[in-house]
């Protein structure tokens, strides 16, 4: 299906600015548009809402395993579990302490499980079946899935990693996160940053641009206006300095059909420290505050 409207500014122009491959799969080409209004980037066409699913198998999501097999994939898995750490650090900070927690796209769960033990009230969202059995068979955790799940509560903290790039209906999900929260709650929203220079680097390689399962591909500018349409003010933006170097190795393999480990290293480390400052890394972390 064509995006016809843009969903940050809608207007209706847009124009292509590359086709990218689905890297995980069968490598069938896929059109990134940009907004000719605020440069707002859509996969488009992209598959219809009951196709995607399709997608996800056929890529054999890495999101939702705990399988270790390449030398990626257990890179991957020591990255999370450093990183977890990182995450519950920031929503202690943007809470000031524990509180209510939804996290939308939970996966197997293993961010509420470490939230959960550090005093967290959790609740999780999760559309894989699989990956909710996985979260309760080794993280004891009952998440549910997105039709069986209830928008009567609200929370403290609602957190989305990497998974706001992936829901078909961008502004119906938001207007529901921001109804969700508290007063002075907050939105945590971890999304890939076509910015960054590990992007600029790859362009259609880019594995972060991860078509069709990635359905927008943001900018701080394009977050800020987003969240300010559903009562969100961009309060603060966080680096993720690791995704620099995962994305970059899967984009070697995207770029020339194998991982030079070496290049993708530098390519990680060159875009960390470009980012560092100007808050421009390959993945970027987005304090939504609620402002009313
Ligand atoms: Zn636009």
Known sequence: MEVKDCPVCGAKSFKEVFKAPFFRGDGELFAIKECTSCAFWVTSPRPNDEDLGVYYEAGNYISHTSKKESLIDHLYVAVRNYSLKRKLSLINKVNKGVGDLLDYGAGTGH??????????????????????????????????????????????????????????????????????????????????????????????????????LHLYHFKKNNVEKLALKHGLVMEAVHNMPFDS????????????????????????????????????????????????
């Open 111 to 212: 961010f509420l499980t470490v939230a959960k033990s550090a005093g967290w009230k959790t609740e999780g969202v999760e559309i894989s079946g699989d990956a909710r059995a996985v979260a309760e068979k080794e993280n004891k955790l009952s998440l549910v899935s997105p039709e069986e799940f209830k928008w009567s509560s609200t929370y403290d903290v609602v957190s989305m990693w990497h998974v706001l790039e992936h829901l078909p209906g961008l502004n119906e999900h938001l207007a529901k996160f921001s109804k969700a929260l508290n007063k002075n709650g907050a939105l945590v929203v971890a999304v890939p940053n076509h910015e960054s220079y590990d992007a600029k680097v790859y362009g259609e390689s880019w594995a972060a641009l991860d078509v069709p």
């Open 245 to 292: 170097f995962y994305v970059s190795m899967l984009s070697e393999k995207v770029a020339t059909g194998k991982g030079n480990i070496i290049r993708a290293f530098f390519r990680g480390w060159q875009s960390n420290r470009k980012g560092r400052k100007a808050k421009n890394m390959s993945s970027l972390i987005y304090i939504l505050r609620k402002s009313n």
